[in-house]
């Protein structure tokens, strides 16, 4: 089972808006509702922000948002500020025995 | 306050064990699915391995047949059992819990430091 692909990095200025794509197959993204996103500021615990696809967690500011087509699910951050500058990483569950497995990852920049 | 807090970490030989510890308060760790994920230096976060409320458990397979799962409800705590320890097992190691109705991670601790090396 290999890691789901995203872009290594992702930058915009303040206020624009950005999208990070996470790439499967239909072993996993492609064939689960169950995708999710987490916010990852190094030295700290990560944070779920998008689950079952499009689903925003209590206390998720709505500049987050998500989506999927195919195979492919992506996380679109509007309105982009400094707070959001973090690591980004989907996951999915898989139909093989290891069950989870996660994107590569996305560093989000702030220019 | 739903919390998880993990324990155990540290330095160990290569091929040597050790057990990390995660444990929960505000919630039952045997009524939910509980799961620990690794970040090593420089790379991104990997999914160690899963166990279910009912008691099953999956592993990745980087980890298969080196590690074990499981919780002491007397505790509220779950565990990680490591043994044949490899320096690819140098990481941070995460725990966290599963909501199961969308298998989303919505709770996580702040993670314990492995480094495997002689």
């Given amino acids: 089972q290999s890691a789901l692909t995203q872009p290594a990095s992702v930058s915009g200025s303040p206020g624009q808006a950005i999208t990070i794509s996470c790439t499967g197959a239909s072993s996993d993204v492609g064939n689960y509702e169950y995708v999710s996103w987490y916010q990852h500021h190094p030295g700290k615990a990560p944070k779920l922000m998008i689950y079952e696809v499009s689903n925003r967690p209590s206390g998720v500011s709505n500049r987050f948002s ?6 492919t699910a992506s996380l679109t951050i509007s309105g982009l500020q400094a707070e959001d500058e973090a690591d980004y990483y989907c996951s999915s ?13 996305t560093k989000v920049t702030v220019l | 306050e739903v919390q998880l807090v993990e324990s155990g970490g ?9 057990r990390l510890s995660c444990a929960a308060s505000g919630f039952t760790v045997t009524n939910n699915y509980m799961t620990w994920v690794r970040q090593a230096p420089g790379k991104g976060l990997e999914w160690v391995s899963v ?17 074990t ?4 409800n007397s505790k509220n705590t779950l565990y990680l059992q490591m043994s044949s320890l490899r320096a690819e ?24 430091t492995v480094t495997v090396s002689s």
Avoid at chain 1, 66 to 71: D, H, I, L, Y
Avoid at chain 2, 11 to 16: A, D, E, I, S
Avoid at chain 2, 69 to 72: F, G, K
Wanted: proline share 1%; aromatic share 18%; hydrophobic share 25%.
């Fill in chain 1, 93 to 105: 569950y898989t139909s093989y025995s290891t069950i989870y497995v996660f994107g590569t990852g």
């Fill in chain 2, 89 to 112: 097992d140098t990481a941070v190691y995460y725990c966290a819990r599963i909501d199961h109705s969308y298998y989303g991670m919505d709770v996580w601790g702040q993670g314990t």
């Fill in chain 2, 10 to 18: 540290g330095l160990v030989q290569p091929g040597g064990s050790l």
């Fill in chain 1, 66 to 71: 998500g989506s999927k087509s195919g195979n």
């Fill in chain 2, 51 to 67: 166990i279910y409320s009912g008691g099953g458990s999956y592993f990745a397979d980087s980890v298969k047949g080196r590690f």
């Fill in chain 2, 69 to 72: 799962i499981s919780r002491d």
